[in-house]
């Protein structure tokens, strides 16, 4: 049974970087793109990154690019997202995702695209 679980979230303050990580098992992770999404308070859950099976192809949301960077080492099945300069509207739970292979080749799908979630981890920007 494929399962994905999130770490390496936490407290930083405005400007700060994280980086999180998505551990896949159950399946190797080079049979899925993996998408990250995050949900503020009161917010609908919205799509970050999205990277390819072999990591050759990432898409971005407009709010993130230039701060945030999506990897994965299939080897140790585990996806990355470096996030930097973060900013107080970075706040929220995030989410990684596992979906069909070919569907980050246009942009941050939605999240509906998806089958399996992890549980999520915690991200707070405060100063």
């Known amino acids: 049974q494929l399962q994905l679980v999130e770490s390496g979230g936490g407290l930083v303050q405005p400007g700060g970087s994280l980086r999180l990580s998505c551990v896949v098992s159950?399946?190797?992770?080079?049979?899925?793109?993996i998408g990250w999404f995050r949900q503020a308070p009161g917010k609908e859950r919205e799509g970050v990154s999205c990277?390819?099976?072999?990591?050759?192809?990432?898409n971005y949301a407009d709010s993130v690019k230039g701060r945030f960077t999506i990897s994965r080492d299939n080897a140790k099945n585990t996806v990355y997202l470096q996030m930097k300069s973060l900013k107080l509207e970075d706040t929220a739970v995030y989410y990684c995702?596992?979906?069909?292979?070919?569907?980050?080749?246009?942009?941050?799908?939605?999240?509906?695209?998806?089958?399996?979630w992890g549980q999520g981890t915690q991200v707070t920007v405060s100063s």
């Open positions: 995702a596992a979906g069909p292979r070919s569907i980050c080749l246009n942009g941050v799908p939605g999240q509906n695209t998806f089958g399996t």
């Open positions: 159950g399946s190797r992770s080079d049979y899925y793109s």
């Open positions: 990277i390819g099976p072999a990591g050759s192809v990432s």
